[in-house]
């Protein structure tokens, strides 16, 4: 689908930094995060997915994922939580809860990207540096001081005035998608996801989490909406989204845990997808494909 977009201009940009909002919705939007993958089993999708959005609500929508990210990234206590993990795989539980605060507003802000910006992908050190961050944690939560403490020291070479400030110039390129550009990549992925499931009667972990990671985006923009403009259907369509990203998130776990275990091969071993979590897939690729 080809589509003509009148170019973003030097003005609008500069004006998209008049979005501020209070320290309420910033909370909010986290407690989102922390729950975008609590399980509900008894939760379905209402009668009818709708695309009703303007500009200015994606706008809204990534300048919140922006500002809660810069708070995560000042946080005092992060650069030495690092330095820790430099030498030892042993981290405190009220390190982790940190720890774990920081990366959610990363991978949040790469959600908004792939959702919010015209471009639909993560910068690429944002990108790369959320990954890091998710191998580390995957390391220290599994106690193989191999994985973490080489990636620790390549994650604090990286966490440096020089290093944040290019973070910060990457996260203010932002070009906002329209609705017919948001509609077009979220019917994208939903054939994506479909695609990947019917082409195979079983996938590798390597898959699994792709496909998780697909999951998880649409919890993240939808976990959003909720927060900004909340109502009966959002939180209907965020709760669904997150039982999903959950029972895939939990049966991800464990096969990490295989991995690093060497039990499993997270690239050639191959299952079947759980009922749970196919059946669940199967209505929200009926309900979100393109009517």
């Avoid at 003509?4 to 309420?24: C, G, L, N, Y």
């Avoid at 399980?39 to 706008?59: A, G, H, R, S, W």
């Avoid at 908004?112 to 944002?126: C, I, N, S, V």
């Avoid at 895939?248 to 079947?272: A, P």
């Amino acid at each position: 689908m080809s589509k003509t977009k009148a170019p973003i201009t030097a003005k609008q940009i500069v004006d998209f930094e008049r979005f501020h909002f209070s320290e309420q919705q910033c909370n909010q939007l986290y407690d989102m995060i922390c729950v975008d993958d609590q399980i509900n089993l008894d939760v379905t999708l209402p009668n009818k997915i709708t695309f009703e959005y303007t500009q200015k609500q994606f706008i809204e929508s990534f300048m919140i994922s922006r500002q809660l990210w810069l708070e995560g990234i000042i946080d005092q206590q992060f650069p030495k939580i690092i330095r820790g993990l430099c030498t030892s795989s042993k981290i405190t539980e009220e390190n982790k809860v940190i720890y774990k605060m920081v990366r959610a507003k990363f991978k949040h802000l790469c959600y908004a990207y792939r959702g919010f910006d015209a471009r639909h992908k993560r910068p690429f050190l944002l990108g790369n540096i959320t990954g890091l961050l998710g191998l580390i944690q995957d390391g220290f939560k599994n106690d193989k001081s191999s994985i973490v403490i080489p990636n620790a020291i390549l994650l604090n070479s990286l966490w440096n005035e020089q290093g944040l400030s290019f973070l910060k110039r990457e996260a203010y390129r932002y070009f906002p998608c329209d609705l017919a550009d948001f509609t077009f990549t979220l019917h994208k992925n939903v054939k994506l996801i479909q695609q990947q499931i019917q082409k195979n009667s079983t996938l590798s972990a390597h898959e699994f989490h792709t496909l998780r990671k697909q999951m998880s985006m649409f919890s993240a923009l939808y976990g959003t909406f909720d927060v900004l403009y909340s109502s009966p259907y959002h939180h209907q369509v965020f709760q669904y989204l997150a039982t999903i990203n959950g029972l895939m998130g939990d049966y991800h776990d464990i096969l990490i845990e295989n991995k690093l275990n060497k039990i499993q091969n997270y690239f050639f071993d191959r299952f079947i997808l759980p009922e749970n979590i196919s059946t669940r897939l199967a209505i929200f690729i009926k309900y979100f494909q393109p009517q």
